[in-house]
């Protein structure tokens, strides 16, 4: 498992951010914990004013994170979960949430955390969804991401 050289990211105190938390329905004892990581992630950094909205899969995260970006949120954080199977249809997946996510960012100047866990198999998704016995909680250090760049963006001017 990775994680190893990952940096201490400390989110910074961003009170009065609107931050929209976009997060998939598969897989949902994963991606519930993956929301509950943000949730408190947003409590740490003094976000008080965040929407959840729910979409059926990871797939589907990049245009509802395109209308949260339009709609004025100050960040998103984008969470959801794939699990490699006998197919290609991860490798489609994951390659179009990812450069998705990376086109809103881009095109929109709107920090979006990246929380979509790319996984050949169960036990590596609970591992990561920060559950009680899991080693990390990816929805936590994507909130603690999407944060920070904003208090950079916002530091830029």
């Known amino acids: 498992m990775s994680g190893s050289g990952a940096p201490t990211i400390e989110a910074p105190w961003v009170e009065g951010a609107r931050v929209a938390v976009v997060a998939a329905q598969w897989h949902p004892k994963v991606t519930d914990a993956l929301v509950a990581g943000a949730i408190r992630a947003l409590d740490d950094s003094g976000v008080t004013d965040y929407t959840v909205v729910r979409v059926p899969g990871s797939f589907e995260l990049p245009v509802a994170s395109l209308h949260a970006a339009k709609a004025g949120y100050d960040a998103v954080v984008a969470l959801g979960v794939v699990?490699?199977?006998?197919?290609?249809?991860?490798e489609y997946v994951c390659q179009a949430a990812t450069e998705g996510l990376m086109q809103v960012g881009v095109s929109t100047g709107v920090p979006v955390g990246f929380g979509v866990l790319t996984c050949d198999n169960d036990p590596q998704a609970l591992d990561r969804a920060g559950l009680p016995d899991s080693r990390e909680d990816k929805g936590y250090e994507a909130t603690q991401a999407a944060l920070s760049t904003l208090a950079a963006v916002r530091q830029l001017g």
């Open 83 to 90: 699990i490699r199977g006998d197919t290609p249809h991860f």
